[in-house]
């Protein structure tokens, strides 16, 4: 007997966090993102392409509150003594672009990207390690005309991939008017900066869990600080009671139109000349929306969007869906954000160290993949090639012949490559890859320049519910001359929309 241990087999498994894409989600998200890119090439916007790996330096600080090795990228040092990493986002890359190239782009310098983003953070329940971004951004205009722009084409771009109007509303807000509003406070103060760092630290991750821990959570986090049910203490900002009226105040000044939202703003910032100006902001962008048709239906001034305000220094934007869908314990919810962004005027200044300004959004495409299947907008399910089966291995070339003529009148054909044998495998593999037709010609049929078209869908149908007078009334079988099969398999395809 061998003592030699037999090489261990590989698991064949996806690496924890990710997860593997078959044709169906491949193919919509593809033609998704492509109805996007229409959009955003019809504004101006260039596409752009960048590396997958970027230098741990040119990424800078990466994901926020993440306790993790490399602070939540995938890094490595090569063989050079350089780290690199994954890119956890597309902004970062963008930045190194902007400073790279700066003097060959054009100022502004307006590109969109699209593809994957790699985040070394614990996996969870739909929270995945890699997934796809769709980001524009316009970068050098200094103008807010460039966040209304942002927004009025996130709207256009919503509804290009068929989210209906009044199933979704952009809403804006302003981090100016929130530092306004914390100067009213008393917990900035614009002639000394750090001074009061911790509290607003503190009161901007306290309000960017609104929807988490609700106003009394909020609340107690901007006041003493908040226990939670396992019982840890979280300090809180120690604002009085005053003080976060105040704050929440800002988060509550929505009224029945932009006008009362804004002049509800301009109260809560009196006397603070940056929160004057925030509002200044949202006036103006409230007015070229409105003058270019993007109204209260579509896209709104709402102070209480307070997700990324940490981040942000001027306007910053959320796309909601605003449908009702069924949960996992079948209780009706709204859908949810799919996109957001804002202004951050500090993007390329680490590398140049002049400050220039910067407004963008990026749209989550699995969660607007999700949005379009909840709405029945695409199938989950893609429909195959038509499969011409092989009946005498000695008249392949004519098969292939076949298969090329229907693929240049456009119809997706494959000849069958596996074992032809057994007939029905044939057939069981066309089910497989759902397959609406498969085209049949035997010696017999060659002889007499005719084939066999197999209704694949309708033989599904009848052998599931039909009786036999409706088998007799619409087979599922029939013959055609030759010179006819393009246009027969045109026909049963158009019965069954598949282009």
């Known amino acids: 007997m061998s003592s030699e241990k037999k090489p261990r087999r590989p698991k064949a498994e996806t690496p924890k966090g990710f997860r593997d894409y078959f044709g169906a989600e491949v193919t919509e998200r593809a033609a998704m993102l492509g109805k996007i890119a229409e959009v955003y090439r019809a504004h101006g916007f260039d596409p752009l392409e960048t590396s997958a790996v970027e230098t741990v330096e040119a990424l800078g600080k990466f994901l926020p509150d993440v306790d993790r090795p490399n602070e939540g990228v995938f890094a490595w040092q090569d063989e050079g003594g350089d780290w690199l990493a994954l890119r956890y986002d597309m902004t970062a890359p963008l930045a190194r672009v902007a400073a790279q190239f700066r003097n060959d782009l054009p100022s502004p310098y307006r590109r969109y990207t699209m593809g994957p983003v790699w985040r070394n953070e614990k996996p969870g329940p739909g929270r995945f390690r890699q997934f796809y971004q769709c980001d524009a951004d316009t970068v050098g205009a200094a103008s807010v005309a460039a966040d209304a722009e942002i927004c009025g084409m996130l709207s256009d771009a919503l509804e290009a991939v068929g989210i209906d109007r009044g199933d979704y509303i952009v809403r804006v807000n302003n981090r100016k008017v929130l530092n306004g509003v914390m100067e009213v406070a008393g917990v900035l103060d614009p002639s000394d900066p750090d001074r009061f760092a911790e509290e607003r630290g503190i ?17 107690a986090l901007m006041g003493k600080g908040r226990l939670d049910e396992s019982g840890d203490f979280t300090k809180g900002a120690g604002l009085s009671d005053a003080q976060a009226d105040v704050v929440m105040g800002f988060m509550d000044a929505k009224r029945e139109t932009g006008a009362a939202t804004a002049a ?51 306007p910053v934007f959320e796309a909601e869906l605003t449908f009702e869908i069924l949960d996992e314990k079948g209780r009706k919810r709204s859908f949810g954000s799919v996109a957001g962004g804002g202004r951050y005027d500090d993007l390329v200044k680490r590398f140049t160290g002049q400050e220039v300004p910067a407004t963008g959004v990026s749209i989550g495409v699995d969660r607007l993949l999700a949005a379009l299947r909840a709405k029945g907008r695409i199938g989950g399910t893609a429909q195959g090639p038509v499969v011409v089966t092989v009946m005498d291995r000695d008249r392949m070339g004519e098969y292939l012949a076949m298969a090329a003529t229907l693929r240049r009148a456009g119809i997706r054909a494959e000849v069958y490559l596996g074992n032809p044998k057994n007939f029905g495998n044939q057939l069981k593999y066309a089910d497989k890859r759902e397959s609406p037709v498969a085209i049949i010609q035997g010696a017999d049929e060659a002889a007499r320049g005719v084939v066999q078209i197999k209704d694949l869908v309708l033989g599904a149908k009848i052998a599931a519910s039909a009786s036999v007078e409706e088998w007799k009334a619409q087979p599922a079988q029939f013959e055609v001359s030759t010179g006819d099969m393009v246009a027969k398999v045109q026909e049963v395809l158009a019965r069954y929309g598949v282009k």
Do not use: H, N
């Open 203 to 219: 009161v901007l991750r306290a309000i960017d869990k609104f929807d988490k821990f609700g106003e009394a959570g909020v609340r």
């Open 264 to 314: 509800r703003l301009r109260e809560l910032v009196s006397g603070s000349a940056l929160g004057a100006a925030g509002v200044d902001e949202l006036e103006f962008i409230a007015q070229i929306l409105d003058g270019q048709g993007y109204g209260p239906d579509r896209i709104v001034i709402d102070p209480s969007v307070v997700r990324g305000l940490g981040y942000y220094t001027g």
